[in-house]
């Protein structure tokens, strides 16, 4: 991160593929491609971890923290490997183009991944397979396990369970291994997939020189498998339910905060383990990624702390977490451990105390530079430190040409005209704002495909606080032309980071 570079912030699920939704497969290599082509130094992605309809297909309200998400599966690259075959895919339901409809890829895929299950069964589990499992046995058992049983009992979360295996009782635990050993089995078929498919594409990403920016959410669900079998570490009550929930306070953009309804971290009982999830977590992420993100990163300096059962997050408190030791101690553990952190909002000043003591860099996001008339903004591209990535928008903020049209005010955007030295928001804006913030100091600058493309607010990832409508952009086929390569990679070159 300290290599002048610049990259692309696209999420797997919004590649283009056939089958309703992006995956690791042929799609994943050409937009690897064309990094490479326009010599980017990484690809940024959100959390790679399975995602429920009951939490709006969040990669953030993940029933996991290990696990990643069957819906990635390449189709093609498993007819490579001979367990399906052309027919086992008929027939394809007519995907919308550009959206995702997560209720018709779902039954979709998972039909097709049965198939797939039932010809890797016929030819028996190979050496890798039988690796992959006793590697990961410490999450996928327990993983595994807890998908067959919600699906057992209609979805309902665990605490809603026979109170035997609510509870986790080993001789109940063991009675539904054995009823349901076709159910784990497909699950750990899946996660096996999933890991040889990601690899190969991580390391034909490597091998061309670019690093996989990953991300982390700081909470986890309530309903899944992580609190199922550790709940020790969150703060539940006798029923197990949580009496404490995540979210932020009430601020500039919000009267009444932000309720997330994670269930919190009893911190205490996580420093007299030594931090021991934690730390599997990270080096479960790192294997995955390069480098991490870590979303919320004010939440492991103090967090907000909502009674359970409140409607919004006005009546919460700050809580202390003992910072400086869980990092001295996941730096023991870790030495290795790239990150960025998400510094966005409000920060005060013992966060960046936290930030500037671990060299930890920060975010930058133009779009939040223009809410003042201040040439001293942080957010401004001649301001950027080089310990810094700075970005044109997030997957939380509207893409730049719809944030111009929809969401800046009149004087935000006098402001950001100004700044560019131009009359109007038309033309090539997108490319104008992507060159300022790859001249500045910034070591990293990262930018979604969307501005690339220099599309609308319809192209939008994520709403925060709507539950519907998000995460469901992805491309078209042949959406990035020639053309867009050729101008990201001139303003690679001519900024120095290529």
Not at 63 to 91: Q, V, Y
Request: aromatic share 14%; glycine share 8%; hydrophobic share 35%.
């Amino acid at each position: 991160m300290d290599k002048r570079g610049s990259g692309v912030l696209l999420h797997i699920s919004s590649l283009a593929s056939p089958y309703g939704i992006g995956d690791l497969g042929p799609e994943a290599y050409r937009f690897a491609d064309f990094l490479a082509g326009t010599k980017q130094s990484c690809w940024q992605m959100l959390p790679l971890n399975p995602t429920d309809p009951a939490n709006g297909n969040s990669p953030y309200f993940s029933c996991s923290a290990f696990a990643a998400n069957p819906l990635l599966i390449s189709f093609e690259r498993l007819m490579d490997e001979g367990l399906l075959s052309p027919g086992d895919l008929e027939p394809v339901p007519e995907f919308k183009p550009g959206k995702v409809d997560y209720d018709a890829v779902t039954v979709y895929k998972i039909q097709v991944l049965d198939k797939a299950y039932e010809n890797f069964s016929k030819k028996g589990a190979d050496d890798g397979y039988e690796s992959f499992c006793g590697e990961h046995s410490g999450w996928l058992e327990d993983y595994a396990l807890f998908t067959a049983l919600k699906t057992e009992y209609d979805g309902r979360a665990w605490s809603d369970w026979p109170g035997e295996l609510r509870d986790r009782d080993p001789e109940a635990l063991e009675a539904a291994r054995k009823t349901f050993k076709d159910r784990i089995g497909k699950e750990r078929f899946s996660q096996y997939v999933l890991f040889r498919q990601w690899f190969a594409l991580k390391s034909y990403c490597n091998g061309k020189g670019i690093s996989i920016i990953g991300d982390i959410p700081i909470y986890v669900s309530y309903d899944s498998a992580d609190v199922w079998v550790d709940p020790r570490i969150f703060k539940l009550d006798e029923n197990k339910k949580p009496f404490a929930v995540s979210g932020v306070p009430p601020d500039y953009f919000s009267a009444t905060g932000q309720l997330w309804n994670n269930p919190v971290y009893r911190w205490d009982v996580l420093r007299e383990s030594g931090y021991s999830w934690w730390i599997k977590r990270i080096a479960h992420t790192l294997k995955y990624f390069d480098i991490v993100r870590i979303d919320h990163f004010r939440g492991l300096v103090k967090y907000w702390e909502v009674p359970a059962g409140e409607e919004t997050a006005v009546n919460g408190e700050w809580k202390e977490v003992p910072t400086y030791d869980f990092f001295d101690t996941l730096r023991g553990k870790l030495p290795d451990f790239p990150v960025i952190v998400e510094d966005l909002g409000v920060i005060t000043p013992d966060v960046r105390e936290a930030q500037r003591h671990y060299a930890f860099p920060g975010m930058k996001v133009l779009q939040f530079a223009f809410g003042k008339d201040d040439p001293e903004h942080p957010y401004l591209p001649h301001n950027y430190e080089k310990n810094c990535v700075a970005y044109t928008g997030t997957h939380d903020n509207n893409t730049l040409m719809g944030w111009l049209a929809k969401e800046s005010s009149p004087e935000e955007k006098r402001r950001f005209l100004r700044y560019l030295r131009r009359e109007e928001t038309d033309g090539d804006i997108n490319w104008e704002t992507i060159r300022i913030i790859m001249m500045s100091d910034a070591d990293t600058v990262v930018f979604p495909a969307q501005d690339i493309l220099g599309l609308g607010e319809s192209a939008r990832m994520n709403q925060p606080r709507e539950m519907t409508g998000n995460w469901e952009w992805r491309l078209l086929p042949g959406q990035i032309t020639p053309l867009h390569a050729e101008k990201l990679l001139a303003l690679t070159e001519t900024s120095g980071r290529g």
